[in-house]
Nanobody, 126 residues
């Protein structure tokens, strides 16, 4: 059974930091493209960051560029995102996602990913 389990969410003050983890099991994720998405109340799920399996190339939404860093440890089957300089507008449920292969614009959309975690809440207070 394929599972993605996020952890590391919580309540933090504006300007603070959090590191989210996504532990995977049930398949080999080392050759998957992986990503973080987030969904705030009343809004659609949006792309945050992604990392390709080839060369670990990374991509970021403009809203988090320079503040968030996505990484992966294939030996541990774990995806991370380090979130610094958090803002109240970063408040959302954060989801990790995996795809055997996504290409082009699909890699920035929910439709580009086959496997999803259950999400972890991040709340940033002002």
């Amino acid at each position: 059974q394929v599972q993605l389990v996020e952890s590391g969410g919580g309540l933090v003050q504006a300007g603070g930091s959090l590191r989210l983890s996504c532990t995977t099991s049930g398949r080999t994720f080392s050759t998957d493209d992986m990503a973080w998405f987030r969904q705030a109340p009343g809004k659609e799920r949006e792309f945050v960051a992604s990392i390709k399996w080839i060369a670990s190339s990374t991509y970021y939404a403009d809203s988090v560029k320079g503040r968030f860093t996505i990484s992966r440890d294939n030996a541990k089957n774990t995806l991370y995102v380090q979130m610094n300089s958090l803002k109240p507008e970063d408040t959302a449920v954060y989801y990790c996602a995996a795809s055997p292969r996504c290409s082009g614009y699909a890699c920035y959309t929910v439709n580009g990913y086959k496997y999803w975690g259950q999400g972890t809440q991040v709340t940033v207070s002002s």
